[in-house]
């Protein structure tokens, strides 16, 4: 299974814009790229995925690099509800695909 | 709304029980998961099912049993619990394999 790397943990200040990194060297050409975020006591939820294009949506925007070997979650303006564990899954590409989580990146934000 | 339950939020078992999660779905979703999530280690995915009566073991099945006899349920069993079976079990359902995961609250097990 292809495998991502995230940092361990990033500040961020309240209303800027936030950019988490995720690698993806080993990605197959059938894997989406998915993030999920976990609040403190909750579940993880989703967040955005894509394949090739970059994607928005109410929450934020995914940046996809054109080799597909990096993706780069976006939160336009961090709020301090943001502040969770952020989670950059690779799966989805096909039949009895499952999504495997790592540690993901923990992101902090200073009001 | 969409809805993932999980029967139990906390449990405390001993040392060889058999301990049953139970988790429903309401979405009519083909597939469900079980993970445990520990600190420092993320989630781990312990077996997934696509499909009623199938099943697929994950990253870390060992010491873990499932049963999908209904679409909607999906049950994660410990035949016979061990301390380091301590953790946050969360539950999950999707659509397909490109959709969206969704979680339950999560049951947080402890064996003594």
């Known amino acids: 299974d292809a495998k991502t790397t995230q940092p361990n943990s990033m500040e961020s200040n309240e209303e800027e814009p936030v950019h988490l990194p995720c690698n993806h060297s080993?990605?197959?050409?059938?894997?989406?790229i998915h993030w999920y975020r976990q609040l403190p006591s909750q579940g993880p939820e989703y967040v955005i995925h894509g394949l090739t294009s970059n994607v928005n949506n109410r929450m934020a925007s995914l940046a996809i690099a054109e080799d597909r070997k990096s993706s780069t979650l976006i939160l336009h303006r961090a709020t301090l509800r943001d502040a969770a564990v952020y989670y950059c899954?690779?799966?989805?590409?096909?039949?009895?695909?499952?999504?495997?989580f790592g540690k993901g990146i923990t992101l902090s934000v200073r009001p | 709304d969409v809805k993932v339950t999980q029967s139990s939020r906390y449990l405390v078992k001993r040392t060889g029980e058999k301990v049953f999660l139970e988790c429903v779905q309401d979405?009519?979703?083909?597939?469900m998961f079980w993970y445990r999530q520990d600190p420092g280690l993320g989630l781990r995915l312990i077996y997934f099912s696509y499909d009623v009566k199938m099943k697929e073991k994950g990253d870390i099945p060992e010491g873990y049993s499932v049963s999908r006899e209904k679409k909607e349920r999906f049950s994660l069993i410990l035949e016979s619990a061990s301390t380091n079976q301590t953790s946050m079990y969360l539950c999950?359902?999707?659509?397909?394999?490109?959709?969206?995961?969704?979680f339950g609250e999560g049951s947080r097990l402890t064996v003594l």
């Open positions: 999950a359902s999707s659509f397909g394999w490109t959709g969206e995961l969704f």
């Open positions: 979405m009519d979703h083909e597939n």
């Open positions: 899954i690779l799966g989805g590409g096909g039949a009895n695909s499952k999504l495997t």
């Open positions: 080993t990605i197959s050409g059938t894997d989406y």
